[in-house]
T-cell receptor, first 116, second 109 residues
Framework: GAGVSQTPSNKVTEKGKYVELRCDPI?????LYWYRQSLGQGPEFLIY????????DSGLPNDRFFAVRPEGSVSTLKIQRTERGDSAVYLC??????????????FGAGSRLTVL | GQNIDQPTEMTATEGAIVQINCTYQ??????LFWYQQHAGEAPTFLSY??LDGLEEKGRFSSFLSRSKGYSYLLLKELQMKDSASYLC??????????WGAGTKLIIKP
């Protein structure tokens, strides 16, 4: 597509529920990133894919968080047993490649998750 | 470790010039980015510096001094639409971005 698409744009759930957030990157972009952003903060790195494989998942806060990218395009971030502290905007970004300094990320509009 | 500092908030007047500073400490460096983020929207790329000096792009310019761990974003002829948060991010030794908390810029008429 023309840009990075994220769905849903807003998700309200109850504590303890399971949530899936979807990211559709720019066609042809091999690198895909998930970030989490709280109000007044910069993006916090969660996980990065190069193709189908997770090249770096060091930012996932705990084992309730998991992400997949089975065909090297669309990615899904999965959060189990949601907690109120998971409330944030989840941003997805893609880039043509990775492993270079001048690696410009294109972000989606984000999925705002609210855990009640 | 790595650390990035930028002011939390700045206020400027329409038509004026504003400079947003960013200081950083890092063991590995592969460039510094500036992104703009309007409230409720995605960050969008503004500039990238990897060598010392000034990069000019229309009304926006970005400066880098690697020896001082310092960058700034200069915005000229400010317009109301420039009201946004400006995020400084450094590319570390693994080419991963480390983000500052952002500077909220308020433009007044």
């Amino acid at each position: 597509g023309a840009g990075v698409s994220q769905t849903p744009s807003n998700k309200v759930t109850e504590k303890g529920k399971y949530v899936e957030l979807r990211c559709d990157p720019i066609s042809g972009h091999t690198a895909l990133y998930w970030y989490r952003q709280s109000l007044g903060q910069g993006p916090e790195f969660l996980i990065y894919f190069q193709g189908t494989g997770a090249a770096d998942d060091s930012g996932l806060p705990n084992d309730r968080f998991f992400a997949v990218r089975p065909e090297g395009s669309v990615s899904t971030l999965k959060i189990q047993r949601t907690e109120r502290g998971d409330s944030a905007v989840y941003l997805c970004a893609s880039s043509l490649t990775s492993g270079t300094g001048a690696n410009v990320l294109t972000f989606g509009a984000g999925s705002r998750l609210t855990v009640l | 470790g790595q650390n990035i500092d930028q002011p939390t908030e700045m206020t400027a007047t329409e038509g004026a010039i504003v400079q947003i500073n960013c200081t950083y400490q890092t063991s590995g460096f592969n460039g510094l980015f500036w992104y703009q983020q309007h409230a409720g929207e995605a960050p969008t790329f503004l500039s990238y510096n990897v060598l010392d000096g000034l990069e000019e792009k229309g009304r926006f310019s970005s400066f880098l001094s690697r020896s001082k761990g310092y960058s700034y974003l200069l915005l000229k002829e400010l317009q109301m639409k420039d009201s946004a948060s400006y995020l400084c991010a450094l590319s570390d030794s693994n080419y991963q971005l480390i983000w500052g908390a952002g500077t909220k810029l308020i433009i007044k008429p």
